[in-house]
Every structure is written in structure tokens, then in C-alpha cells.
């Protein structure tokens, strides 16, 4: 699970300085790191083509100087900016420096000269600040000029922490970053700001990655197999309908069916055993009329579910899409809680306790539900209006994190950077996604995904995050024209497509 982890700023100072102590000088980490500059704008350049090199005044600005004299050293024509004067440039940053013995152009250039490929060294994903003044000036040039761009650890201009943008920010082609990820990485606009990734060792060793990852406090994790792979769910020889779970989804009244059989269908196909949808009286045929390998039962109020949930072998519940707001709703939520299953709210089942986290969250915990929360950024704000994990300049990943403490469960805080959260301060964030999956009902098979996991075993931190990722794959592998009835009939490719150990 190593491989997934992410590196807050503070936690990969803790790495460098642990390093640095166990005997490996700064100076050859910045080689290093300088040298998988110098590779990856190979591979972006023409054999002998013209690179420009943008140097800052701190290590970004040494990794940009190293870069530039292994480039040159290979037959390429480099010309380098330094934002600074050379003087002035400390520690490891000035030996990088002193070991180029091309020229430097002190100061922003008034337009940028004929290149092939820009290498952003300018600030890293410390920054402290918003860019002003000459350095704002020439990350507007750089991003203006329409030339590829080569990021040194992130785009300059972007927090590493929060993918925020401070003042302004390099759009990149590429970024190559070094030991591990940070969550601006990943992180809209982050994300969309440093296009492909590369993360590379730089030969910090474990016991700086180690020392770096306790830094972080509790677990960041980039979202995918890596991650939750060790959880997924396995069949055996013996394995059958009943050893899979079963999930149990509620339908609004007439005419407002389609959402929960979309969720119901995400179930079936994502594995769980047997899926039942419970169903108004008045909505059975209309129901009945589109399920066949899904079953079906009567259910019209609390007192109905808490019927239908003596079944013990009922081991997931998912209440939400399409449901209905208010009372009859809460009644509902309430009722699923205190059964203790494995419990998904989504849409409906959230907004019906605006402003009420605390209801909610006592539900959830009188009952010992196990329970996964599924909002988006407006479900959200309903939701926690008014609460600490809607204040004001809260990142997307606070948010999250307070929401999953207030209430006891996973939160799944969607979006184009969906974030998912546990109560225990864990976060992973998913990158694997497209935004053609923002169509009417996908959220309702997500919620779906997610229920049918839960029903097979898996943890709701785990199985949130794995339905995230799935979900996400499947709108990448269809791409445009993609409708919600299209993604359960994917996940037949999509789960094929993991690795073999997870099939």
C-alpha cells in the first residue's frame, strides 16, 4: 500500500532531512533529481533541440541548474533564466549552480527566446505565497507562449498541499516530482495544471520515506488497486450467491423509479449475490416491469423496512436515490441505521437532514451502522451548512475529514477530485476519472457500487474507494456518449481489467 501514499510539503521536508542525516548529502539528492529533469526533457525535445531552463532562487532552482547542464552536456542548446541574481543563491542551490558554466540570464526576459521545450524550475510545491510582480509576470509569459512545459516537482504557482493556485500558476505538460506525490497533485486545479505525472526515486531510502509518511499524521492515499486492492472482494471454489451479500435498495413512489434500479443494477454487477429493491405499492409494476435478475418487495413505510430488515442475510442497505425528502425519508434512515447493517445515504436520504448532521450522525451511531455518506458539493452544503466542516477557506480535504468525524462515517465528497474520507482522519483522493460521467443517474450507480461492496465484506473506507475508482474507469473506458444505464454494463471489462491477483 506504500506505493499509494501521499507526501504532504512538510512530510517530504521530514524525508529530505532524513536523508541528509543518514548520510546521503543534499547536493547528490539534487543531482538526482535534476538528472530525472534532464531524462524526462529528453524524451519531450528533439535530439539537439533548444530547451529553456527557468530557474528560482531556492532547490527547485538547483534541480533546474543540474537539469540544464546534463542537457547541455548531451547536445542540446540551453538557455536559462534565474529569477534572482546568482549571488544570492544558498546551499545546495548554489553548488548546482556553480557546476554550470554556460550563461545566465539574470532576471525575467522581456519576451521568452525560440525554444522547444520550457523547464519550469522556478518555485516547488512549498510556496508560501501568492506570485506577484516579476515572477507572476513570467509565469503569465510562459503560460501565454503555448510552449510545451516541463514541472520541476508541481507547476510553479500551485500548493502543494491544496492544488490551489497562488496568484497564478504553470500550466504544464508534464511534471516530474520526486519520492512520492502530494495531494495538490491531485487535486483540481492542481491536477488539471500538471499533466502527466512522474514520480521518481531519488534514492532517499526507507527510513527517510518512513520518517516522512509518520510526518503526515493520519494516511493520505492516491485512490486505486494499490490502495484498496488487498480488500477487494475474492471468490473461492466454494463461493456462491448466498456467501456474497445482499444488498437492499429503496425505490421512490411511481415515476420516480429509474434512479434505485440504476443503483440496483450497480450492486448486482459489482458483484454482490443477490440485490432486492423494496419497492411502494404503487410503483411494483413499474418496477417489476424492468427487474429480472434483481428481486423485488413490497415497502411503503419505516415500519415496512423494518420488516423487511428481520433478514438478516440483508447485510447492506442503500437509501437515497430517488426517495423523496422529509419525514417519511428520515423515518427510513432511521430505521436502516438502528438494523446496524452496512448503510449508503445518497441524494434524497442526505438532503432530508438539512442542517442536521448531528440527527443523522446519532442515527448512525446509536445504531453502530456502518455507514458511507455520498454528497456532492451542493448535497454537501446542505448538509453541513452551518457546521465546522462547511466553514469558510476549508480545503476540499478538511471538509471532508470534519464531515466523516462529525458523523461518524465515510464521507464521499464528490466531484471532478473526489475525495473520500474516513473517521479516523484517513483520506484517499481519486484522480481516475473523466467528466463524462457528469450525467443524470451516475451518481445513483456509484451509490449503487458502493452498497454491492459493502455487501461482500469490504470495509466502508475501502469499498467507497474502490467503487470511486471503478466508477471512474468505467466512464474512461466508454468516453463520450457515456449515460449512467451504460456503467453497471461496464464493470464486466472493468473488473477484468484489474490485476489478476484482485480477480
Known sequence: MSEARLLTVEAMRTVDATAIAGGTPGLRLMERAGGAVAERARALAPAGGRVLVLCGPGNNGGDGFVAARLLAETGYAVDLVLLGERPALKGDAAGAAAAWTGPVTEGPPESLPPCDLVIDALFGAGLARDLDGEARALVERVNASGLP???????????????????????????????????????????ALCGDLHVVDIGTGAQALSAGLAACGPALYRNGPAFWGAAFPRLAGESHKYTRGHALVLSGPAYRTGAARMAARGALRVGAGLVTVASPKDALAENAAHLTAIMLHACDSADDLDDILTDERLNAVLLGPGLGTGEPTRERVMVAASAGRALVLDADALTSFRGQPEVLAGHIRDGEARAVLTPHAGEFARLFGGTPAAEDGLTKLEQARRAAALTGAVVVLKGADTV????????????????????????????????????????????????????????????????????????????????????
Not at 474520507?421 to 483522493?429: E, K, N, S, V
Not at 456509484?446 to 466512464?475: N, R, S, T
Open 149 to 191: 512545459v516541463l514541472a520541476v516537482d508541481v507547476p510553479s504557482g500551485l500548493d502543494g498541499d491544496t492544488g490551489t493556485v497562488r496568484g497564478v500558476a504553470v500550466r504544464a505538460r508534464e511534471t516530474v516530482t520526486f519520492v512520492a506525490l502530494k495531494p495538490g497533485h491531485l487535486l483540481q486545479p492542481g491536477r
Open 420 to 503: 473520500i474520507a474516513d473517521p479516523d482522519g484517513r483520506i484517499a483522493i481519486n484522480d481516475h476519472a473523466t467528466p463524462y460521467l457528469g450525467t443524470a443517474g451516475a451518481g445513483d450507480v456509484l451509490a449503487g457500487l458502493i452498497a454491492g461492496l459493502l455487501a461482500q465484506g469490504m470495509a466502508p473506507f475501502e469499498a467507497a474507494a474502490a467503487a470511486v475508482w471503478l466508477h471512474g474507469d468505467a466512464g474512461l473506458r466508454h468516453g463520450p456518449g457515456l449515460i449512467a444505464e451504460d456503467i453497471p454494463e461496464l464493470m464486466p471489462r472493468v473488473l477484468a481489467g484489474l490485476p489478476s491477483r484482485l480477480r
